[in-house]
C-alpha cells in the first residue's frame, strides 16, 4: 500500500514537473539564439532536445560518480534490459522529444499539451496488448474524462497563423512515441533495471542520437558554440534538470503501479502546462480552466483508484 501511494505521488508530481518543462522550453524557443534565421544554426526544436537530454545525461552520471557507482555503471551496460531502454529512447527522445519541441515551437505549449495528451489511451491499449494489464469500467471511465478534459481545454487554442497540420502532426506522433515508450520501459524495468538507471540509459542514447541527426543539418559546432556563448545556457540547464527530476518520477511510478497508471496520472501535466504558461506568458484564468483541471483531477483518482 505504502508503495502504490508513493507511486501514485510519484506519478502526479511528474505531470506537474512536465507541465513547469514545457511551458519553459515553450520560452526557451523565443529567446535568441533560437529565433535567429542563420542558416548554419541546426533546426530549434532538434537543438533544444540534445542539449535538455544532454545536461539530464550529465546531472545521471555525475549522481553516479559520486556515489563512486562506477562499476555498477558497468554492470547496468551489460544488463540485457539495457537494450530496451535504449530502443525505448528512440521513441522517447529522437521521434518524441523532438516532436513534442517541433509542436511546441509551431502551434504553442497548451495546444500541444492537449494533443500529446491523448497519449495515455493509447498506452492503455498496448499495457492490455502486451501486458495485460486492463483498466476496470471505472479506470475507463476516468481515463475517457481526463482525455475529454484536456481536448476541451486546448479547443480554443487553435491560431490559423500558425503551422497548425505539421505542428498538429507533430504532437499526435509524439503521443505514440511516448506511449509506445511507456511499455518498452515497464519491460525493461521488470527485468530488473532501476527507474534511474533506466533514465540514464535514456538520456545518453538520446543524446547519441540527436547528434547523428545533427550531422544531417547546419554546423554542429557553431550551433553548440552559440548556445554556450549566450546566458539562455543558464535557462536551459534549469529546465533539463526540471525535466530530469520529472522522468524519474515518471519512471519510478511506471515501476510501482504500472505503465497505464502512471500514464493516467502523468497526463494532467496539460493543465499544469496551463497554469505555468499563464504565470509565464500573461493571461487570465478563466471558467473553462477550472472546470477542465477538476474533470483532469477527478479523471485521474478514477485511474488512481483502478
Known sequence: MTETLSGVLQG??????????????????????????DPRLISSALLLAFFHDFFSAIFLTGDIVLRQKEKLFIAILRNKSTYFVAFSALFAGPIGMQAYLYAVNSIGAGLTATISAIYPALAALLGAIF????????????????????????????????????????????????????????????????????????????????????????????????????????????????GTMSYLCYYSAIDKVGPVKATGMNVTYSIWTAIFSLFIFGGNLDIKLVICGMLIIIGTLFVIKN
Do not use: H
Open 12 to 37: 502526479l508530481l511528474s505531470g506537474m514537473l512536465w507541465g513547469l518543462d514545457t511551458s519553459l522550453n515553450a520560452l526557451v524557443l523565443t529567446l535568441n539564439p533560437f529565433i535567429l534565421d
Open 131 to 242: 501486458f495485460k494489464d486492463y483498466l476496470t469500467k471505472r479506470g475507463g471511465v476516468g481515463l475517457s474524462l481526463v482525455i475529454l478534459a484536456v481536448i476541451a481545454l486546448g479547443s480554443g487554442q487553435l491560431d490559423i497563423s500558425n503551422n497548425l497540420f505539421f505542428g498538429g502532426i507533430a504532437a499526435f506522433l509524439c503521443a505514440g512515441s511516448w506511449a509506445a515508450e511507456s511499455i518498452i520501459i515497464a519491460y525493461g524495468i521488470k527485468e530488473k533495471l532501476q527507474p534511474k538507471q533506466a533514465l540514464l540509459i535514456r538520456q545518453w542514447t538520446c543524446c547519441l542520437a540527436y547528434l547523428g541527426l545533427m550531422s544531417f543539418e547546419g554546423n554542429i559546432s557553431y550551433s553548440l558554440s552559440i548556445i554556450f556563448e549566450t546566458q539562455i545556457i543558464f535557462l536551459i540547464l534549469a529546465v533539463a534538470m526540471i
